[in-house]
DNA sequence: TTCCAGGCGTATC
DNA sequence: GATACGCATGGA
């Protein structure tokens, strides 16, 4: 990974991150477009980005961040050209990754994960983003577990969940009270990670799914949606190809963009 | 008005 | 284990 820092400013030389792509593709909910790039929120930790060609510009942070924090958090240290090399030999991959290759999969943090991903249910992503954004308004900053176990649905009405609120409540509860724990679902075999998450109101296979893929950067969790669905059945109705099996969730990162948004301007 | 959105809990077979 | 249905909400 090639940067440099100047004038306060970090500067990443990457072909494979494009800004709308890595940011609005469905992964993260609280990043916005502004007029000279892009701002939001990883946790509580604020920054502003700005491209130019081949050039990711980190606005207002510091090398010591940039090194402890968004670097990881960018995924900067994974080699996304290799990965899309091995993807091309097979022909759907080929295509989603040509048609936005600047997708990176992004560290998430995993609460602010399990809570993004809970809301996200049976709901669409405008309203997913409005939804954690009056979350955060109303607690100023994303609140820890602690901070929400002891609610009840109707003190979270205000952030208009519906009936996700009940679930974001069970999920609180559980990790305060350490029958989730972040450090087994990050080390547990994958079923078993997964069975775990599942112990929890509200989340299912998807949502699980989700949570070891952006909020553990599990790659071998394969998130299947409505939009996956499509994809298996129109492309890969024996199974998704083992062959990519370790990176099987960035891969469908790639899928999702692609299913959704090819074709809108053809 | 009806349908849909990065699903899941529950009931029923 | 598979399938059907309701669910809060707001935009199309």
């Given at each position: 990974?090639?940067?440099n820092a100047?004038?306060?400013?970090i500067?990443?030389?990457?072909p494979?991150?494009?800004?709308?792509?890595?940011?609005d593709c469905?992964?993260?909910f609280?990043?916005e477009?502004?007029?000279?790039g892009?701002?939001g929120?990883?946790?509580?930790?604020?920054?502003?980005?700005?491209?130019?060609?081949d050039?990711?510009?980190?606005?207002?942070?510091?090398?010591?961040?940039?090194?402890?924090?968004?670097?990881?958090?960018?995924?900067?240290?994974?080699d996304?050209?290799?990965?899309?090399?091995l993807?091309?030999?097979?022909e759907?991959?080929?295509?989603a990754?040509?048609?936005a290759?600047?997708?990176?999969?992004?560290?998430?943090?995993?609460?602010?994960?399990?809570?993004?991903?809970?809301?996200?249910?049976?709901?669409?992503?405008?309203?997913?983003?409005?939804?954690?954004?009056?979350?955060?308004?109303?607690?100023?900053?994303?609140p820890d577990?602690?901070?929400?176990?002891?609610?009840?649905?109707?003190?979270?009405?205000?952030?208009r969940?519906?009936?996700?609120?009940k679930?974001?409540?069970?999920?609180?509860?559980?990790?305060?009270?350490?029958?989730?724990?972040?450090?087994?679902?990050?080390?547990?075999?994958?079923?078993?990670a997964?069975?775990?998450?599942?112990?929890?109101?509200?989340?299912?296979p998807?949502v699980?799914?989700c949570?070891?893929?952006?909020?553990?950067?599990?790659?071998?969790a394969?998130?299947?949606d409505?939009w996956?669905?499509?994809?298996?059945?129109d492309?890969?109705?024996?199974?998704?190809?083992?062959?990519?099996?370790?990176?099987a969730?960035?891969a469908q990162?790639?899928?999702?963009h692609?299913?959704?948004?090819?074709?809108?301007n053809?």
């Amino acid at each position: 990974m090639e940067y440099n820092a100047k004038k306060g400013n970090i500067h990443v030389f990457s072909p494979d991150f494009r800004l709308s792509e890595t940011l609005d593709c469905g992964q993260a909910f609280r990043w916005e477009e502004t007029d000279k790039g892009y701002k939001g929120y990883a946790l509580d930790r604020y920054l502003e980005l700005s491209e130019k060609g081949d050039e990711i510009i980190l606005h207002n942070t510091s090398e010591e961040e940039f090194l402890s924090f968004w670097k990881n958090y960018f995924d900067l240290d994974t080699d996304y050209t290799k990965l899309k090399s091995l993807y091309s030999s097979d022909e759907t991959l080929k295509n989603a990754c040509n048609f936005a290759g600047g997708i990176r999969l992004l560290r998430q943090d995993f609460w602010e994960a399990l809570v993004s991903f809970i809301i996200s249910q049976n709901n669409n992503i405008p309203r997913i983003k409005k939804i954690i954004s009056s979350l955060c308004e109303m607690y100023g900053g994303f609140p820890d577990a602690k901070k929400l176990c002891s609610l009840s649905p109707e003190d979270l009405s205000p952030i208009r969940a519906g009936f996700r609120a009940k679930y974001i409540i069970d999920a609180a509860k559980k990790v305060t009270e350490g029958e989730i724990d972040e450090s087994d679902v990050r080390t547990l075999p994958l079923d078993q990670a997964r069975k775990k998450l599942m112990t929890i109101k509200g989340v299912g296979p998807k949502v699980a799914d989700c949570v070891l893929l952006y909020g553990c950067y599990r790659t071998d969790a394969f998130p299947v949606d409505v939009w996956i669905k499509r994809v298996m059945a129109d492309y890969y109705p024996d199974g998704f190809p083992s062959e990519f099996s370790e990176t099987a969730g960035i891969a469908q990162q790639y899928l999702f963009h692609y299913i959704r948004n090819s074709g809108k301007n053809s």
